[in-house]
């Protein structure tokens, strides 16, 4: 299956076969809700320690920048040593951190409505012209990474995430020039922080890193990289495709206005940014009725879960008010998103207030997808809006 197609008439098919089926790369692949629950919650399953990715044909893993960014984050280890990489991204990562940023947001996504309102009338990208600079602003903010510098990490960050999917020599090719870039930048700006520090997260890490002498440089680099990449691919795609599933429904627009938070989880049920959540069998387990032995590779296919009749009523219809909503979106247990209180408001704020500000906006074309099956969203969505009376004035 490509990125390019609709995987949800795919996942239904799967799990009509069977709750778990092997794919042809030979990982198993669980579509169930509660079978997505376990894979991403039990400690049965984990990742490779990095030390062994040379017996799954990675031996010079180290010498590809793409892997080494990816391999030594967070997402990728295990206890102890996820253990204390989440625990140096959340001293500096804090609920009231994010809390405090609402106003920033607030204002940035009015100045972003504000320079598309000058464009009514005409064709506008909106990924280009808001689901990307809106979420890139605030991350960059956060971390510290200067306005004028953030536009070139939109292409640097699809480039470097496609190791993501299936890791290929072609993938590497783009992948390993594009994590190099990336790290050569965000490590300047390391330097620059220990030496100057400043009120911003990077300042945070470096600062963390001086309390924990078992803090290695590359592993802040990596944690840098990780919080700056997943801090706007994702959020980039909650919004472009949370305005597709809108547009499909404009009859729920005021529960949007109404009830933002239900309606952002409902849109990140509805079509998941993040789809995937492989793991490693770490000791025999029983899942979806069958044991499963150490070593196999699985996939939780969380965009599927979140459509599991057997969990949500009607699961492929958009309910901005659906009771008892909880989607596998963010994953779960020890790799939890670290950044889901702040996308989940940057898509509260922003989302009410694009429609609000245009309430004519439509689609001025097909929307191009990114060919990812792990990353689902658009790298292009062309879009008209109408000035209001307002903006005319
Ligand atoms: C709608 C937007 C987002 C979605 C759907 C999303 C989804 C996810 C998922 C599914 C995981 C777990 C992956 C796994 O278990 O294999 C994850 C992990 C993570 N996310 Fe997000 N994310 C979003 C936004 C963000 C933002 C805004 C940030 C940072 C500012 C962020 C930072 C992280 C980090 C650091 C991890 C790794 C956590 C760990 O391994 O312990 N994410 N995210």
Redesign the pocket.
């Known amino acids: 299956m490509t990125g390019r197609e609709d995987p949800y008439p795919r996942y239904a098919r799967l799990r009509q076969i069977s709750p778990i089926v092997r794919a042809e790369d030979g990982a198993l692949v669980v579509t169930g809700y509660d079978d997505c629950q376990t894979v ?1 919650r039990d400690a049965r399953f984990g990742h490779l320690p990095p030390d062994l990715l040379a017996a799954v044909g990675f031996p010079d893993w180290r010498d590809h920048p793409a892997l080494l960014q990816l391999f030594t ?5 295990n206890p102890p040593d ?1 253990t204390r ?2 625990r140096l ?1 959340s001293s500096a ?1 804090t609920a009231r951190r994010v809390a405090a940023l609402r106003p920033a947001i607030e204002r940035m996504v009015a100045d972003l409505l504000d320079a598309m309102a000058a464009d009514a009338g005409r064709p506008v990208d909106f990924v280009a012209e808001f689901a990307f600079p809106l ?1 890139v602003a ?2 960059g903010e ?1 971390l510290g990474v200067p306005a004028a510098d953030r536009a070139q990490f939109q292409t640097l960050v699809r480039d470097w995430t496609q190791v993501l999917e299936v890791i290929t020599p072609e993938v590497l090719a783009r992948a390993d020039p594009a994590a190099a870039t990336i790290r050569e930048y965000l490590g300047g700006l390391l330097d620059e922080r220990r030496k100057d520090p400043a009120d911003d997260l990077l300042s945070a890490l470096t600062q963390a890193q001086a309390a924990d002498d078992r803090l290695t440089d590359e592993e802040v680099l990596s ?1 840098a990289a ?3 990449a ?6 980039t ?2 919004l472009s495709n949370g305005l597709v599933a809108l547009l499909a429904n404009p009859g729920q627009r005021d529960v949007l206005a109404e009830h933002p938070e239900a309606a952002v989880e409902e849109l ?1 049920r509805y079509d ?3 789809q ?4 490693l069998v770490m000791a025999d387990v029983d899942v979806a009725g069958v044991t499963i032995e150490e070593g196999e590779r699985i996939v ?1 296919y ?1 965009g599927a879960g979140n459509r599991d009749p057997q969990r949500f009523a009607d699961p492929d219809e958009l309910r901005l008010d659906r009771p008892d909503n909880a989607p ?13 209180p ?3 408001l ?2 509260q704020i922003a989302l009410p207030a694009l429609l609000a500000r245009f309430p004519d906006l439509s689609l001025a074309g097909a929307p191009q997808r990114r060919d990812s099956l792990s990353l689902k969203g658009f790298t292009a969505m062309p879009i008209t809006l109408t000035a209001t009376p307002a903006d005319l004035g």
């Open positions: 991403v984050s967070m997402l990728a280890l996820h990489l989440r991204v990562f979420p605030v991350i956060l944690s990780l919080l700056f997943a801090g706007f691919e994702t959020t795609n909650l990140l998941s940014p993040v995937i959540a492989s793991r939780a969380l596998l979106s963010f994953g779960g247990g020890i790799h939890y998103c670290l950044g889901a702040l996308a989940r940057e898509g």
